[in-house]
C-alpha cells in the first residue's frame, strides 16, 4: 500500500516536472512558432538567480516564484529585442540563433560562476509513508505544475489579453488591422515563455546541483513534450507530459534510471512516427 | 559532365595538392590532422543539409558511431583494414534505417530535428551508461564514460606492425579527403545529384513529376552518414580514443555552425568553416582571458544575423563584384553600340 502510495507520488511528480520544464518552450512555440533553443540556459540562470538570491538574504519562496521569473524574463525581453524579432517567421535561424544564444550563456555562467557545482538545500523537509521515504518538495512541484496549467488556462480563455493573444497567434494579419500590434504581442509573450523557463529552472534548482551546462539535461526533454504535444498549447502539455511521464517511471521502477530515460526517448520517436503532427495533431482537435 | 573531367577534377587535384604541400608550414600536422577530418566531418552535414535539404541535429551520431565502429572492430579484429570499412558502412546501415523510417512518414523539418537529436541523445545515454563489465562486445569493453583506449591504429593493410601515424597519417587524412571530395562532386553532376538539388528547392514538385522523393532521401542520408562514419573513424586513429563525448549535443551543434559559417550549398564552405573554426578554437583555447563556449555562441548568432548564407558564398559574390564585372563591361558596352544605345546594359 505505502508503495503503491509512492509509485503514485514519483509518477504525478515526473508528469509535473516534465510540465514545468516544458511550460515556457511551449507558449513560445505555440504562440510564435519559433522553437528557443536556449529554453534550458534560462532554466539554467533561473537557477543561479535564486542561489544569488538566497545567499544574498532573500527567501527562497519568493526568490523563486518572484525574483527569477522575472529577472529570466527580461534577460528574454532583451534577447527578443536584440535577435529574435529580426527572425520571425525564419524556423530554422531561429533555432540555430537560439542555439548560439544558448553557448553564449553557458559561457556567460561560467566566466561569472565559475564551472562548479553549487546548490541549495530543498526548502520543504521530507516525511516517511511507512517504509519509504517521501521528498516533501514533489508535492510543491506537483501544486504549482497544476496552478501553473490552470493559470496559463484562465489567462488564455478568460481574459481579453489572453484572447488578443490567441487571435494574434491565428491570424496576426487580421490583429494587426484590428489594431494590436503582432510584433509588441510577440514581445509579451517572449516575455512571458522566457518567465516561465526562470520558474521552472528556479523551482528545479534545489533538486539538482547546478553547473553552467546543466540546461542541456532540460533542453531536449522539453523538445520532445512540445513537439509531441502538437498544436493544442494546454492540451498538449498535458497530454505528452502525462503519456512521457508515465512511460519514464515505468521503466524507472522497472529496469533502471538510465532506461527510464531511453524509454521515453525511443517513446517520443515511436509517438512522432505514428503521429506526426504530435498528439493533439490527431485527437483533441480545436482544443486549447 | 565532360568539362568536369577535363576541368574541374584536374584543378581540384591540383589545388589540393597545393594545399597540402603548403600548409603543414604554417600549422603543425598533429593538429592539421584534425582540421582535416573535422572539414570531412563538416562536409558530410553539408551535403544532406546544403544539397539535399535535410537538417539533422545528430550528425554527431553518425560521426560517433563510426569512431566507435572503429574501435570495437579493431579490437576485436587486430587489424586496420576491415575496421575502416566496417566505419563506413555501420553508419550508413544505420542512417539508411533511421531514414527510412523518417522519410516514408514524411517527416520533415522540426519533426526531423527533434528525431534525429533524440536519436544522438539516446546512443549518447545508452554508451554513458556501459560502465559495467558486463558491456561487451566481442573482446571490447564499452567502458561507459571513459570511452574505449587500446586499440588498434591504422596499420598498412595486411601488416598489423606498420602503423600509419604522424605525417604519412595527415596526408593519407587529406588525400581521403579528397577522394571523399571528388566522389560528392561527381554525385551532385549527376542526374541524382540535381534531383536532390531539386527536392531541397520544391519537394512537392519534383514527386510530383514522378521521381521517387523519399528513396532519394534516404540514399543520400545515408551517403552524408557514411562520409561521417568515414571521419569518425579518422577522428578515433588520431585521438587513439573514443568517448561518448563524440555523440554529445554540443558535438552536434558545432557541426551545424561550422555549415552555417562557411556556407551552405556550397561544397567548399563547410569544410572551410569546420577547419577554421576548429583551429579559432584550438588557438582560443591557448588563452583563458575569454570563455570558449561564449565566442562560438556569439559567432553563431552574428552569422545568423548578419551573414546567414555564410562566408564562401559572401566572398564570391563579393568577387564577383570587384572582379567579375571588369571582365563583363566590355561586352555590355558593345552590345549597347550595337543596340543603338537604347537599353539598360
Given at each position: 500500500m505505502d508503495l503503491v502510495f509512492v509509485i503514485i507520488v514519483e509518477m504525478l511528480y515526473a508528469v509535473a516536472s516534465l510540465v514545468l520544464i516544458s511550460a515556457g518552450l511551449a507558449i513560445v512555440f505555440g504562440m510564435m512558432k519559433i522553437i528557443n533553443l536556449a529554453h534550458g540556459e534560462f532554466m539554467m540562470l533561473g537557477g543561479y538567480v535564486t542561489i544569488t538570491a538566497v545567499s544574498l538574504g532573500a527567501n527562497v519562496f519568493i526568490a523563486m516564484l518572484i525574483i527569477a521569473p522575472v529577472i529570466v524574463g527580461l534577460i528574454g525581453l532583451v534577447v527578443e529585442r536584440l535577435v529574435i524579432r529580426h527572425l520571425y517567421g525564419r524556423l530554422v535561424d531561429t533555432m540555430l540563433a537560439t542555439w548560439g544564444l544558448s553557448l553564449f550563456f553557458i559561457g556567460l555562467a561560467t566566466t561569472i560562476f565559475g564551472n562548479t557545482t553549487t546548490g541549495i538545500s530543498t526548502p520543504i523537509s521530507g516525511f516517511t509513508v511507512g517504509d519509504y521515504q517521501v521528498n516533501g518538495y514533489n508535492f510543491f512541484i506537483i501544486l504549482i505544475a497544476i496552478v501553473l496549467l490552470g493559470l496559463m488556462y484562465a489567462v488564455l480563455k478568460g481574459t481579453r489579453l489572453g484572447l488578443i493573444a490567441r487571435g494574434a497567434m491565428q491570424l496576426p494579419d487580421m490583429a494587426a488591422a484590428l489594431g494590436y500590434s503582432p510584433e509588441r504581442i510577440y514581445m509579451a509573450t517572449f516575455f512571458c515563455g522566457s518567465a516561465l523557463s526562470g520558474l521552472a529552472g528556479a523551482i528545479l534548482a534545489p533538486l539538482v546541483g547546478l553547473v553552467p551546462t546543466s540546461g542541456g539535461a532540460y533542453i531536449a526533454k522539453a523538445f520532445i513534450t512540445v513537439i509531441a504535444g502538437g498544436p493544442s498549447l494546454i492540451t498538449g502539455l498535458m497530454a505528452s507530459s502525462g503519456l512521457f511521464g508515465l512511460i519514464n517511471q515505468i521503466f524507472t521502477f522497472a529496469v533502471s534510471p538510465v532506461m527510464g530515460e531511453v524509454a521515453l526517448l525511443v517513446a517520443a520517436v515511436v509517438l512522432l512516427r505514428l503521429l506526426p503532427q504530435g498528439v493533439t495533431g490527431k485527437f483533441f482537435r480545436g482544443r486549447m | 559532365?565532360?568539362?568536369?573531367?577535363?576541368?574541374?577534377?584536374?584543378?581540384?587535384?591540383?589545388?589540393?595538392?597545393?594545399?597540402?604541400?603548403?600548409?603543414?608550414?604554417?600549422?603543425?600536422?598533429?593538429?592539421?590532422?584534425?582540421?582535416?577530418?573535422?572539414?570531412?566531418?563538416?562536409?558530410?552535414?553539408?551535403?544532406?543539409?546544403?544539397?539535399?535539404?535535410?537538417?539533422?541535429?545528430?550528425?554527431?551520431?553518425?560521426?560517433?558511431?563510426?569512431?566507435?565502429?572503429?574501435?570495437?572492430?579493431?579490437?576485436?579484429?587486430?587489424?586496420?583494414?576491415?575496421?575502416?570499412?566496417?566505419?563506413?558502412?555501420?553508419?550508413?546501415?544505420?542512417?539508411?534505417?533511421?531514414?527510412?523510417?523518417?522519410?516514408?512518414?514524411?517527416?520533415?523539418?522540426?519533426?526531423?530535428?527533434?528525431?534525429?537529436?533524440?536519436?544522438?541523445?539516446?546512443?549518447?545515454?545508452?554508451?554513458?551508461?556501459?560502465?559495467?563489465?558486463?558491456?561487451?562486445?566481442?573482446?571490447?569493453?564499452?567502458?561507459?564514460?571513459?570511452?574505449?583506449?587500446?586499440?588498434?591504429?591504422?596499420?598498412?593493410?595486411?601488416?598489423?606492425?606498420?602503423?600509419?601515424?604522424?605525417?604519412?597519417?595527415?596526408?593519407?587524412?587529406?588525400?581521403?579527403?579528397?577522394?571523399?571530395?571528388?566522389?560528392?562532386?561527381?554525385?551532385?553532376?549527376?542526374?541524382?545529384?540535381?534531383?536532390?538539388?531539386?527536392?531541397?528547392?520544391?519537394?512537392?514538385?519534383?514527386?510530383?513529376?514522378?521521381?521517387?522523393?523519399?528513396?532519394?532521401?534516404?540514399?543520400?542520408?545515408?551517403?552524408?552518414?557514411?562520409?561521417?562514419?568515414?571521419?569518425?573513424?579518422?577522428?578515433?586513429?588520431?585521438?587513439?580514443?573514443?568517448?561518448?563525448?563524440?555523440?554529445?549535443?554540443?558535438?552536434?551543434?558545432?557541426?551545424?555552425?561550422?555549415?552555417?559559417?562557411?556556407?551552405?550549398?556550397?561544397?567548399?564552405?563547410?569544410?572551410?568553416?569546420?577547419?577554421?573554426?576548429a583551429y579559432l578554437k584550438f588557438l582560443l583555447g591557448q588563452q583563458s582571458m575569454i570563455d570558449n563556449t561564449l565566442l562560438t555562441g556569439i559567432i553563431l548568432v552574428l552569422f545568423v544575423l548578419f551573414l546567414p548564407k555564410g562566408l564562401v558564398p559572401a566572398i564570391a559574390s563579393l568577387w564577383r563584384i570587384s572582379f567579375g564585372r571588369r571582365r563583363k563591361l566590355p561586352r555590355h558596352g558593345a552590345r549597347r553600340i550595337r543596340n543603338g544605345g537604347v537599353g539598360n546594359g
Open positions: - | 559532365m565532360a568539362s568536369f573531367w577535363a576541368k574541374e577534377v584536374p584543378a581540384t587535384i591540383l589545388v589540393a595538392a597545393l594545399l597540402m604541400w603548403v600548409m603543414p608550414m604554417m600549422i603543425g600536422t598533429y593538429t592539421l590532422t584534425v582540421l582535416v577530418i573535422y572539414g570531412m566531418l563538416g562536409f558530410s552535414l553539408g551535403l544532406i543539409w546544403g544539397f539535399g535539404g535535410i537538417l539533422c541535429f545528430g550528425q554527431a551520431a553518425f560521426f560517433g558511431l563510426g569512431a566507435y565502429t572503429y574501435a570495437i572492430a579493431a579490437i576485436n579484429i587486430g587489424d586496420s583494414t576491415i575496421p575502416m570499412l566496417l566505419a563506413v558502412l555501420v553508419p550508413a546501415v544505420f542512417a539508411a534505417l533511421l531514414g527510412a523510417m523518417m522519410f516514408y512518414g514524411r517527416l520533415t523539418d522540426v519533426y526531423l530535428g527533434v528525431i534525429t537529436l533524440v536519436v544522438t541523445l539516446i546512443l549518447f545515454k545508452f554508451i554513458n551508461s556501459t560502465a559495467g563489465p558486463e558491456y561487451v562486445i566481442g573482446k571490447a569493453r564499452l567502458g561507459g564514460f571513459n570511452g574505449i583506449p587500446g586499440f588498434q591504429t591504422l596499420n598498412v593493410p595486411g601488416q598489423p606492425n606498420d602503423y600509419i601515424y604522424g605525417d604519412p597519417y595527415y596526408y593519407f587524412c587529406a588525400i581521403l579527403l579528397l577522394i571523399v571530395y571528388l566522389l560528392v562532386s561527381w554525385l551532385l553532376k549527376s542526374s541524382f545529384g540535381r534531383v536532390a538539388v531539386g527536392i531541397r528547392e520544391n519537394e512537392v514538385r519534383v514527386a510530383l513529376m514522378g521521381y521517387d522523393v523519399r528513396a532519394r532521401k534516404t540514399v543520400l542520408f545515408a551517403a552524408g552518414a557514411a562520409i561521417a562514419g568515414l571521419a569518425g573513424a579518422l577522428f578515433a586513429n588520431w585521438g587513439e580514443i573514443v568517448t561518448p563525448n563524440l555523440f554529445s549535443l554540443g558535438q552536434s551543434a558545432e557541426i551545424i555552425i561550422w555549415c552555417i559559417v562557411g556556407g551552405l550549398g556550397t561544397r567548399i564552405g563547410p569544410i572551410v568553416g569546420a577547419a577554421g573554426l
